[in-house]
């Protein structure tokens, strides 16, 4: 049900600034900004046209409140499909509580999160995926993001589902009819065409979860973990990548106590770097927990960048190699790039020994100085070749949200079992009833089906005020 009230909230973030943007939508929005609005020329702004501006003050009686530009869109010409009103006033705290208390007693109610956005899906000026995408777009903070929030904002990955699920619909419908002539027994949809269709459709949707791997950590963010023993130089390293003293760094074994997190933009995508406490044997209580956090992180990372120091493999070398195997072991769905810090302290000659040695493990393997900052950008550049941004590159549409994936996992397998009925000759009474699931899954990403618990859902977690 559309709601029917004049909604107002701040639209900009709070707090005090050079602007501020309250925003009004609802059928007395209009009349509810003319209420309070005095323009310099003498305009009545309900009788203004559609996207314009005007200049003019916030007054309640001969109280004035500020200098204001009011902004008009009538609906369906606006972002929800209703009369629209913005109001950039000046951006202080007092005077952004005042126009909207103000607001409040001349009609409006407080907006909820995300009801703005809300309203342009109820009014379908956004499908659910694209109205998804502004919550996207809103909280990207890396290139790789923005791009793929902006594609789907859009309507790519919406105008891919509905393709499908048309084509789908079609021969559904003579799926159907052919259960009205069932006593004539004949065939109204073509199963040769129909078995290429489900074979095209199921293309698509094995690409687009296959994409979902990608989608997931462009947009979280590549959680990548520094392990390594304590002492060789993996504060030295985060500060090398980030290049900013964010760890201390100390010729002290066990400096790095805890975890240190911290976030880095290369090309593009977004990595999560994590300092660990050096793995050793210890008898500190409190050195021994960040060990623990240490392997609680491995866990949860993506990647694993095993640190250790030239100096010391060329002492302990064998000993490197079964700490560097029983890593590899015991985290095997992780990808492994093992760094050789302090190369700086050695010849060619001696970076090759160890290369070679180290060959047998068959891992990502690169040589760096993290001190004298040479070999971080190689490090960079293969970290970057972990992540697949070839259909990032090619503008292909990417998913990224859990629920379109779920939806698609779920759609693929109801594809399958109608792939098996024309297979087997099962009636069409039983392929109808996966077609229609088929269907019902794909309306669950674009929103032609839905429910209130699956919108408060969504929109929830979007800013009040959007």
Same mark, same amino acid.
């Given at each position: 049900?559309?709601?029917?009230?004049?909604?107002?909230?701040?639209? +900009?973030?709070?707090?005090?600034?050079?602007?501020?943007?309250?925003?009004?939508?609802?059928?007395?929005?209009?009349?509810?900004? $003319?209420? *309070?609005?005095?323009?310099?020329?003498?305009?009545?702004?309900?009788?203004?046209?559609?996207? #314009? =501006?005007?200049?003019?003050?916030?007054?309640?009686? +001969?109280?004035?409140?500020?200098?204001?530009?009011?902004?008009?869109?009538?609906?369906?010409? /606006?972002?929800?499909?209703?009369?629209?009103?913005?109001?950039?006033?000046?951006?202080?705290? @007092?005077?952004?509580?005042?126009?909207?208390?103000?607001?409040?007693?001349?009609? !409006?109610?407080?907006?909820?999160?995300?009801?703005?956005?809300?309203?342009?899906?109820?009014?379908?000026?956004?499908?659910?995926?694209?109205?998804?995408? *502004?919550?996207?777009?809103?909280?990207?903070?890396?290139?790789?993001?923005?791009? =793929?929030?902006?594609?789907?904002?859009?309507?790519?990955?919406?105008?891919?589902?509905?393709?499908?699920?048309?084509?789908?619909?079609?021969?559904?419908?003579?799926?159907?009819?052919?259960?009205?002539?069932? %006593?004539?027994? *004949?065939?109204? $949809?073509?199963?040769? $065409?129909?078995?290429?269709?489900?074979? &095209?459709?199921?293309?698509?949707?094995?690409r687009?979860?296959?994409?979902?791997?990608?989608?997931?950590?462009?947009?979280?963010?590549?959680?990548?973990?520094?392990?390594?023993?304590?002492?060789?130089?993996?504060?030295?390293?985060?500060?090398?990548?980030?290049?900013? %003293?964010?760890?201390?760094?100390?010729?002290?074994?066990?400096? #790095?106590?805890?975890t240190?997190?911290?976030?880095l933009?290369?090309?593009?995508?977004?990595?999560?770097?994590?300092?660990? !406490?050096?793995? &050793?044997? #210890?008898k500190?209580?409190?050195?021994?927990?960040?060990?623990?956090?240490? @392997?609680?992180?491995?866990?949860?990372?993506?990647?694993?960048?095993?640190?250790? %120091? /030239?100096?010391?493999?060329?002492?302990?070398?064998?000993?490197?190699?079964?700490?560097?195997?029983?890593?590899?072991?015991?985290?095997?769905?992780? #990808?492994?790039?093992?760094?050789?810090?302090? *190369?700086?302290?050695? +010849?060619?000659?001696?970076?090759?020994?160890?290369?070679?040695?180290?060959?047998?493990?068959?891992?990502?393997l690169l040589?760096?100085?993290?001190?004298?900052?040479?070999? =971080?950008?190689d490090?960079?550049?293969?970290?970057?070749?972990?992540v697949?941004?070839? $259909?990032?590159?090619?503008?292909?549409t990417?998913?990224?949200?859990?629920?379109?994936?779920?939806?698609?996992?779920?759609a693929?397998?109801?594809?399958?079992?109608v792939?098996?009925?024309?297979?087997?000759?099962?009636?069409?009474?039983f392929?109808?009833?996966?077609? &229609?699931?088929?269907l019902?899954?794909?309306?669950?990403? +674009?929103?032609?089906?839905?429910?209130?618990?699956?919108?408060?859902?969504?929109? !929830?977690?979007?800013?009040?005020?959007?």
């Amino acid at each position: 049900m559309i709601p029917h009230e004049t909604i107002v909230a701040l639209a +900009t973030p709070s707090g005090a600034g050079a602007i501020a943007i309250i925003r009004l939508s609802g059928a007395d929005a209009i009349a509810i900004a $003319a209420d *309070v609005f005095e323009s310099v020329s003498g305009k009545d702004i309900s009788k203004q046209k559609t996207h #314009t =501006i005007h200049l003019g003050h916030i007054v309640d009686g +001969t109280k004035v409140y500020d200098q204001v530009l009011l902004s008009i869109f009538k609906g369906p010409n /606006s972002y929800t499909g209703e009369n629209v009103v913005e109001i950039s006033c000046h951006g202080s705290v @007092f005077i952004q509580q005042q126009i909207i208390q103000l607001l409040l007693r001349k009609g !409006a109610k407080m907006a909820q999160a995300g009801e703005f956005t809300l309203r342009a899906f109820l009014n379908a000026k956004l499908d659910l995926s694209q109205a998804e995408a *502004v919550a996207d777009l809103i909280s990207s903070d890396n290139e790789a993001s923005h791009q =793929i929030a902006m594609q789907q904002m859009r309507g790519g990955f919406s105008n891919e589902i509905a393709k499908l699920r048309e084509e789908l619909l079609n021969f559904a419908s003579l799926i159907e009819l052919e259960l009205d002539f069932a %006593e004539e027994d *004949v065939e109204f $949809a073509d199963r040769t $065409a129909f078995y290429e269709l489900l074979t &095209r459709i199921e293309f698509v949707l094995k690409r687009l979860i296959d994409s979902f791997a990608v989608g997931n950590v462009i947009k979280n963010g590549i959680p990548v973990a520094i392990v390594g023993e304590p002492n060789v130089g993996k504060s030295t390293l985060l500060n090398a990548l980030l290049n900013e %003293e964010r760890a201390i760094v100390s010729d002290i074994a066990g400096t #790095t106590r805890d975890t240190i997190e911290d976030e880095l933009v290369i090309d593009g995508i977004g990595f999560r770097f994590i300092d660990t !406490a050096g793995i &050793r044997e #210890t008898k500190d209580v409190v050195e021994s927990i960040g060990i623990q956090k240490t @392997f609680e992180k491995i866990e949860q990372a993506q990647v694993v960048l095993y640190l250790f %120091e /030239s100096l010391k493999f060329q002492v302990s070398g064998s000993e490197y190699i079964n700490e560097i195997e029983k890593v590899k072991n015991k985290y095997p769905l992780k #990808t492994l790039l093992v760094v050789i810090n302090k *190369v700086d302290l050695l +010849t060619n000659d001696q970076i090759s020994n160890i290369q070679q040695q180290l060959e047998t493990l068959n891992v990502k393997l690169l040589p760096i100085s993290a001190k004298q900052k040479t070999g =971080i950008d190689d490090l960079k550049n293969q970290l970057l070749s972990f992540v697949n941004t070839g $259909a990032l590159r090619n503008n292909e549409t990417i998913v990224t949200n859990t629920r379109h994936y779920d939806s698609l996992l779920k759609a693929l397998e109801e594809i399958q079992k109608v792939r098996f009925g024309l297979d087997n000759n099962i009636s069409s009474d039983f392929m109808a009833i996966d077609i &229609r699931q088929a269907l019902f899954h794909f309306g669950e990403i +674009t929103g032609q089906v839905s429910n209130d618990e699956l919108l408060g859902n969504i929109f !929830a977690n979007f800013c009040i005020g959007k």
